[in-house]
């Protein structure tokens, strides 16, 4: 059994205030399949998620610890960590609703799969192939919980930064050959094609 001074589960203050909706600023290690948590089918069940093992008692005590957050009405235009799956609606319209949640403190005091896989099981539907999503809520007239993905920006970021760091990194090999050295001592500034290193900043322009 686990308990909350268990080492499986650091330890978590009694009083938890329910900051997700604050963080935008979150990493999630992800996969390229974007669509991966599209519950077109959501009748097959991963035989592979039997919740019959002691992992079940992690999940359980997660779901104590983060009760308040469990049951908290979610506030329109605020941004969680959670899983959504797809509705479709007779009139044959696709709606993405907030399937499950879990607040930022427990998101991380936890490993990536204890979270993913607490959100699938608690979840409203099973969810195959489900990956953890920031989301931003979205209320609709007939008060309908709907969510926008805002997970991909996130990829878009770390690909960008994958080619800007390849970038700095042969700049900074190129600045470190003795020619340039020699350049910018009697210059005062390296040649024209290695005087400038990209940086975080500005690499989204062209999106």
Not at 109 to 123: A, C, F, T, V
Request: charged fraction near 20%; hydrophobic fraction near 30%; charge should be negative.
């Amino acid at each position: 059994m686990f308990s909350i001074n268990d080492s499986n589960f650091p330890c978590i203050p009694d009083s938890i205030t329910d900051t997700s909706s604050d963080d935008e600023n979150i990493i999630i290690t992800l996969s390229d399949d974007e669509n991966s948590t599209d519950t077109e089918s959501t009748g097959s069940y991963e035989s592979d998620y039997d919740y019959d093992t002691e992992e079940d008692d992690l999940y359980d005590l997660i779901h104590n610890v983060d009760s308040q957050h469990f049951y908290s009405e979610k506030e329109n235009d605020k941004y969680y960590i959670g899983l959504y799956h797809r509705y479709y609606t007779p009139e044959g319209n696709s709606l993405l609703l907030l399937s499950t949640s879990v607040s930022s403190p427990i998101f991380f005091s936890q490993s990536y799969d204890n979270i993913n896989n607490y959100l699938y099981y608690y979840g409203i539907v099973r969810i195959p192939n489900h990956e953890v999503q920031i989301m931003k809520t979205h209320y609709l007239p007939d008060n309908t919980c709907t969510v926008i993905v805002k997970t991909f920006w996130l990829r878009i970021v770390q690909r960008r930064w994958k080619k800007i760091y390849a970038i700095r990194k042969t700049i900074i090999k190129q600045r470190c050959m003795p020619y340039n050295i020699s350049y910018n001592q009697i210059h005062g500034c390296y040649p024209f094609q290695i005087s400038t290193l990209p940086s975080i900043r500005g690499m989204l322009t062209s999106y």
